[in-house]
């Protein structure tokens, strides 16, 4: 039996990605839904950067844990960070053989692109990022989505312009998140978009 489909879904924080991965593994009830927030990385991680490209999340470990051995059709077997406590915190095991979705920013990183079968950008207009930030991550966390979170996924934007390595860019910046809502996304380019 071949290895299943892997598909990553990228974009910066608040543009819509959880909602469509969400949906995606909806439609596909056999799937593994990863969340790249599961790999950021605890304060006292010493390769911990703010300035370096995703430097804030453990992408080898995302590689080491998920990706590889997905293609070796192995089961998976990762380990959470815990937002609450700030560190990692519990290990996750799940099935080999069926489809991956991994969602989260940096997922699709030049370092992990070609692990995928599938690559989404999903993007929205900044202020509505923003917008939705704080209104799941509190006003408390504005420093945070300010000054931190957005010029990161701003330098990697800039710096490895991932929406140009997608199949498929969506713009989340109409999408409804709210439950029993139907979501829809406008698309806005990706390879796939480019085929005669």
Same mark, same amino acid.
């Given at each position: 039996?071949?290895? &299943? ?8 924080? @608040? $543009?819509?990605? #959880? ?6 593994? %909806?439609?596909? =009830? ?16 010493? #390769?911990? $950067?703010?300035?370096?490209? !995703? +430097? ?7 590689? $080491? ?8 059709? *192995? ?11 700030? !560190? ?10 069926? =489809?991956?979705?991994? %969602?989260?920013?940096? $997922?699709?990183? %030049? !370092?992990? /692109? ?12 900044? @202020?509505? *990022?923003? #917008?939705? +930030? ?5 006003? %408390?966390? /504005? ?8 010029? &990161?996924?701003?330098?990697?934007? @800039?710096?490895?312009?991932? =929406? ?30 480019? !085929?005669?």
């Amino acid at each position: 039996m071949g290895t &299943a489909v892997r598909i990553g879904i990228d974009g910066p924080g @608040a $543009s819509g990605k #959880s909602t469509l991965a969400a949906g995606l593994a %909806e439609a596909l =009830p056999e799937g593994v839904l990863v969340e790249g927030d599961d790999f950021y990385r605890p304060e006292s991680d010493s #390769s911990r $950067s703010e300035i370096e490209i !995703a +430097g804030l999340f453990d992408i080898q470990r995302l590689a $080491s844990q998920v990706l590889i051995p997905h293609t070796k059709n *192995r089961d998976l077997h990762y380990q959470r960070y815990d937002w609450e406590s700030e !560190a990692l915190g519990d290990w996750v095991n799940e099935p080999s053989g069926v =489809p991956l979705i991994v %969602e989260g920013v940096y $997922s699709t990183h %030049e !370092a992990l /692109r070609d692990f995928y079968d599938l690559r989404i950008w999903v993007t929205a207009r900044r @202020a509505v *990022r923003l #917008s939705r +930030g704080m209104a799941r991550d509190g006003e %408390e966390a /504005r420093g945070r989505w300010v000054d931190v979170w957005m010029p &990161a996924e701003d330098r990697y934007v @800039a710096e490895q312009a991932p =929406p140009d390595h997608a199949h498929l860019v969506l713009d989340g910046t109409g999408a409804i998140t709210r439950q029993g809502d139907e979501v829809s996304y406008m698309v806005a380019g990706g390879l796939l978009s480019q !085929a005669p």
